[in-house]
């Protein structure tokens, strides 16, 4: 799935979900470093416990971080599949 951000520095998210299981999470921008790091911490995760452990998290005064799209991201996957 491709998953396009909003309020934040990268710009999408992209992802495959195998067996209710994340995979290939790939951010385009933002902080690149940092979200190589999310992207390998949350591989072959439960999506719903990605959801769990990053929905809500918020970057500075925005109302919203990187982490917490992929929560978006997946919730709209959720309710797609």
Known sequence: MLYKT????SREISFEVVDNKLT???FAG????????????????DIDEVIK????????????????QLAR???????EH
């Open 6 to 9: 909003q309020g934040t520095c």
């Open 24 to 26: 290939n999470v790939k």
């Open 30 to 45: 933002g902080c690149n470093g940092n979200l190589q790091g999310i992207g390998k911490l949350v591989e072959g995760m």
């Open 53 to 68: 452990r990053t929905d809500g998290i918020l970057c500075g005064a925005r109302p919203t971080s990187c982490p917490d």
């Open 73 to 79: 991201a997946l919730k709209q996957y959720k309710a």
